[in-house]
């Protein structure tokens, strides 16, 4: 089976964050999933990847965790795809795969709590974890999508922000850096390939891996604001009108971040934060509601209507 | 080693004019600066090797040693080297100007990234995981007071 095909049909694992603040993400995946005609299945019963809370405390207990959503997947779906949107969830089931295939604590650890819970353990290799961005590129391709475009982008200029969990550490993403056509660790471009065959000009923007703050959110505001406010500039700089994002966590960040610059240090930047699904949905003929572009803390409905897109 | 904080005055005090070449090398001071510190928080002496013609790649190298969390700011110090070589090695370039701001924006972004690491403790394990500086710099700070 091609991975084209092996794609068409995938298990959907949202995450905590598309069911809250990235629900526009969760709305606009499904949306163009089904636009495309490509097939989500939504991991039953799915937890928590152990996000960054839990991988601080105990990282074997985040492998745990990860590895139950793989193994439900697997063992209770008979699926061989999980497909994460969120970077942090895909960087966890990356990291849970990378450990459970390299680290025998970690596989007896899961072991144990597996059998302690009820439910088969997860063997290292049962599954495949794709981002949403591997799904659309490997599953439609960019000439897939220029063909099923109805309204291109047409020249709409776009900073792509891929944040830090995405391609890092290196080691637990074997299949990138992999030659032509694979993606890159250092200079990612798969949204750039998918947002230019939907009509886009993407910019240079040399902070698109940069760490937007997203740990910090809590605990030092004003050191995520700076943060967020340096990549809102950059990206005006380069002359970008929208951010394009893949992660709910740096798409929520930069977004309240904006407001929060402007209250705080008095820095308004007049650019527009979508998610690269919103876009991809928006040329793919959808509806900006459709794609939750009203579900954006900044609006950029007046934007879509200007661009002829709305 | 100058101090953060006037590493960060003296970043925003950069100007094209009236000497591009002068201003790239003050942002690539800077950053090494920044670098610096991080090293010696961690108790390391800061390496004047260069990679690739840079020092800067060389001390960020340094910095992830044993610590691959830093590696966030690999492509961030990469960036800076770029930004250098374009702004002065292509001085007449009609973008010239921006690409200097764009630098000196790259550069405020490792400030405050390194920055953060080293004021926030107990973050995530992923991409701020600043506590064993912490914890060391605190154990220093204690026994300098017990001193």
Redesign the interface.
Known sequence: MTTKDKYKKVAYYPGCALEGTGHAYNRSTKAIGKELGLDLVEVKNWNCCGA?EV??ID?KIQTYLSSRVMSVAANEMDMDVVMAPCNGCY?NLKKAEYDLANDDESAAVVDRLSKKAGHKTYESGQVETIHALDWIKDAIGEDGLRERVKNSLNGMKIANYYG??YT???HIFPEKDAGPGSEST??PHFMDDLLEAAGAENVDF??K???C????TL??SD?ST??VL??L??AK??GAEVIATECPTCHSGLEMHQIRAEKVFGEKVEIKIMYFTQLLGVALGLKPKKVGVHENISDSMQFLKQKGLA | MRSLAKLEHALEAVTADPDLHAAADEILKVSEEVLEHWIVAKGDDPTNDTREGFRLLALHRQGAKGD?SF??????C??IA??FNLVTLQPEHAETT?RL??MK??S??LY??V??KM??A???????SSRPVRQATDVDAQLTKEA
Do not use: W
């Open positions: 960054m991988k601080n990282p960087h830090c969990m890092r550490p290196r250092s200079k040399p902070l891996t940069a760490c703050g997203g740990a910090h605990s030092d050191m700076k943060l340096n990549i500039k950059a700089l380069a | 691959p590696n966030a700011c690999r492509e961030t990469r960036e770029y930004h921006d701001a764009m924006m790259i405020n972004h405050l990234f920055s953060g004021q926030v107990e973050l995530g394990e992923f991409c701020c």
